[in-house]
């Protein structure tokens, strides 16, 4: 029998065992088999990473970069990214099961992420401020946080962490990473371009392994400065608990339920592509999901006939393979937690429309965790079908009649990532939009993400925002640096 490739954690520029020599499995979810192992770090392995990234931040070399010569490692990572981008999605469909057309796609469009920050590094400036005392010059600086813990969920490994990797590095920051348990080995494939783009060792370490080992010594770690976490809402408000002890800086990027509306005066055609495309692309496991499509009453019938005749086709099947459409589900928990849900909608009384089980056939390779495309009519917005996150292929139609109405059920939930809304109306699209408490709305398409445009969540769905300007400004502090220009000490006594 050959044995199973290793990875261990990337520390200090070296590949580490981890300190109590311990490893756990990782599963490719179209095989339903173990293809590695890789380091179950401990929290001492975490405390190592930590200081090597603050000794870096404070007196090694990287603390001694210019933003210019920062900015251009950032680019050479982009570069090593583009000319990685097959294997590196690769690595990401044998841990996730995601379809390789979707990961491959991400894979080719992260070095922008790299590229737009490496330009920006040397260009965040400072100002004088025209302060009003005499004989004083006042001027600020903003300065990189600090070392960053930058947590990461399963199904989107390397494009969540281009979110936090890449405004990090620009803004001057070190990192320990620590990806989900489920996918660490594409983190760790991007380690070695890392170290090839010329980062001194230390300035970005992975620590894999448990949320409560690992995860939770980044977290509590005194000299970890800020917490860039993209995960549940549950895990995201217990660790923002956590840092508030050490008073961390938090971005949060939690869950959604993400309302998909369409109006009656759609085009039902492309309406029809963008409610698939927001819930089955990617097999629902997606935080800005659109799993509540609001439909209008007066087109409801014939948009629903023709929305489960297109999902009905929908291939499943191979995620390597290229002509694949839904992929197996990720994790075992989350094949179990989307069967449940399934089960909670048929008791809440909600119709099955699709599919409503779990999938087996050819298609479906050795892999134990298929779900059948799912589609539910009939759903009200206070089952907890309709409020609760499921994260798999499974749509709840609810319909409605006003536009009033629309925005009262898309906001009538504990969550705000994202929304979608399908109208001809220039009027409608901009009220409902501005109406519509989310980070994200989409008109007349879904699913569309930028390293240029904000991205975070209202209400329960998160803190803080990624990509963009505002993105990069996560990562930096403001000192104001007071000089005296005058010729004595006026008295001391008393507050200038
Ligand atoms: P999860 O919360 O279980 O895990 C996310 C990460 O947090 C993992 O690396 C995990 O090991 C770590 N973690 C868990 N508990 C921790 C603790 N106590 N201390 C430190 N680290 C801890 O989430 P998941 O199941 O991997 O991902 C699915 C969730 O992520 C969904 O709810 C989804 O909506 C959300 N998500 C959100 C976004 C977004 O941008 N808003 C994007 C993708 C996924």
């Known amino acids: 029998m050959t044995a199973l490739p290793k990875f261990n954690a990337y520390i200090n520029g070296q590949w580490v065992p981890p300190s109590d020599g311990r490893y756990f499995e990782t599963v490719n979810p179209y095989t339903s088999k173990v ?59 044998r841990d996730n099961g995601k379809l390789l057309n979707e990961m491959l796609a991400q894979c080719n469009y992260l070095p922008q992420w790299f590229y737009y920050y490496g ?22 600086r903003h300065e990189p946080i600090g070392v960053v813990a930058a947590i990461t969920p399963w199904n989107s490994p390397l494009l969540l962490l281009a979110f936090k990797l890449a405004p990090a590095l620009a803004a001057g920051c070190t990192l320990v990473i620590k990806p989900s348990e489920f996918t660490s080995t594409s983190t760790l494939k991007l380690m070695e371009l890392v170290e090839k783009a010329g980062f001194p060792p230390g300035v970005v370490n992975v620590v894999t392994g448990f949320g409560a080992e690992a995860g939770a010594a980044l977290v509590e770690h005194p000299k970890v400065a800020k917490v860039a976490f993209t995960g549940g809402t549950e895990s995201g408000a217990y660790v923002y ?8 800086r938090c971005t949060l990027e939690l869950g959604g339920k993400s309302p998909n509306i ?13 409610a698939i495309s927001g819930i ?20 409801y019938d014939e948009f629903v006939k023709r929305l489960v005749e297109f999902a009905r086709s929908a291939r499943m099947g191979d995620p390597m393979d290229t002509n694949t459409q839904v992929g197996p589900v990720t994790t075992p928990p989350q094949y179990q937690k989307i069967l449940q849900y399934i ?22 390779g050795d892999s134990q965790w298929f779900v059948q495309p799912t589609i539910f009519g009939g759903v009200h917005n206070k089952m907890r079908i ?18 009033e109405e629309a925005v009262e059920i898309a906001n009538d939930i504990a969550f705000g990532l994202a929304a979608g809304v399908w109208t001809q109306s220039i009027k409608r699209a901009l009220k409902v939009s501005a109406a519509i408490r989310a980070g994200t709305i989409w008109v007349n398409t879904y699913r569309a993400i930028s ?12 803190l803080g925002r990624e990509n963009g300007i505002e993105g990069m400004k996560e990562y930096l502090q403001t000192k104001s640096v007071w000089i005296s220009t005058a010729a004595d000490v006026p008295n001391p006594f008393v507050m200038r």
């Open 280 to 299: 089955f692309a990617a097999t629902g496991q997606t935080c800005i999901a659109g799993s509540r499509l609001l439909v209008q009453d007066g087109i």
């Open 119 to 140: 330009g920006l590094a040397d260009k965040i400036e400072g100002s004088v401020i025209p302060i009003d005392k005499a004989e004083i010059f006042n001027f600020t």
């Open 241 to 248: 608990q956590q840092a508030a002890k050490t008073l961390k």
């Open 35 to 93: 293809w590695a192992e890789v380091a179950r770090c401990t929290p001492e392995d975490a405390n190592r990473a930590v200081e090597v990234a603050h000794a870096q931040l404070t007196t090694g070399e990287w603390s001694k970069l210019n933003a210019t010569q920062r900015g251009a490692l950032v680019h050479k990572l982009g570069d090593l990214i583009k000319e990685n981008a097959q294997e590196l999605a690769e690595y990401e469909v």
């Open 343 to 364: 089960e909670v909608a048929k008791s809440e009384g909600a119709e099955v429309l699709l599919g409503g089980g779990p999938a087996s056939g050819p298609e479906c």
């Open 451 to 462: 390293y240029m445009s904000p991205f975070g969540g209202y209400k329960m769905s998160g």
């Open 386 to 403: 309709a409020q609760e996150e499921v994260f798999g292929p499974v749509l709840s139609i609810i319909r409605f009649k006003t536009d």
């Open 262 to 274: 369409v109006f009656d005066d759609a085009v039902i055609d492309d309406a029809v592509k963008g």
